[in-house]
């Protein structure tokens, strides 16, 4: 039987094959920075992958942070590999589409970077973002080191402290460490940058997160 739920999470079983002995072409640079979109990267930096709703908006918010050294959007957290668009939108891939940041810590702190993911989105809304319906929508975020997952863990707690006050649901925000993460087609990166009236679902709750501002 198919799947046709795109609001429920496709099994492994379930899910779309995609290609092992295919890659998505990837742009040599990066359209706003210049910056290189795949590594090797430089020593001492550091990478975490962001979901919060369509990747196009989410992108542009972490290119504007200064620090912030390259982004790239693609596909994360499911089981097809090399997934294309029409895949994960399908809802049979179990991917979310994600912002690959790569960061200085020297610049900018993962902190700095929880703080714009939690305020730029709203992450109790499940498997939607806004009008933005499916699981390839959800909230989510995928560490790359122990102390990521860690500060991760804790900043939500926080951030929850002040949804509640806000009168504001539960936070839904799937938070594991990294798996592989699939670049997107070549025309999703950077497209805010490649198209200024493009659509842009960001938009947070309004409740600022106080990450870095008590212990």
């Known amino acids: 039987m198919l799947f046709s739920k795109k609001s429920e999470m496709v099994s492994a079983e379930q899910a779309l094959p ?18 290189p979109l795949q590594g090797p990267w430089p020593d001492g930096f550091e990478t975490a992958m962001f979901g919060m709703g369509c990747f196009w908006g989410a992108e542009r918010k972490f290119w504007e942070t200064p620090g912030v050294f390259s982004t790239a959007v693609g596909y994360a957290g499911g089981f097809t590999p090399n997934a294309t668009y029409e895949e994960a939108c399908s809802g049979r891939t179990g991917h979310a589409e994600v ?6 810590p020297a610049e900018v702190t993962f902190e700095q970077l929880l703080k714009v993911f939690w305020e730029s989105h709203n992450p109790t809304q499940g498997m939607r973002q806004g009008n933005d319906m499916g699981t390839q929508y959800r909230s989510a975020l995928y560490t790359t080191t122990p102390a990521q997952l860690a500060t991760a863990n804790s900043s939500r707690d926080m951030y929850q402290e002040q ?27 950077q497209y805010l940058g490649k198209n200024p009236n493009g659509y842009c679902g960001i938009g947070g709750t309004g409740v600022s997160c106080p990450i870095g501002l008590k212990a």
Do not use: C, K
């Open 18 to 35: 995609g290609r092992t002995d295919q890659t998505m072409p990837v742009p040599d640079v990066h359209f706003i920075n210049g910056h």
């Open 99 to 104: 912002v690959l940041v790569v960061f200085n």
């Open 163 to 189: 949804l509640t006050a806000a009168r504001h649901g539960a936070i839904t925000t799937e938070i594991t460490p990294a798996g592989e993460f699939f670049y997107a087609e070549p025309y999703h990166q």
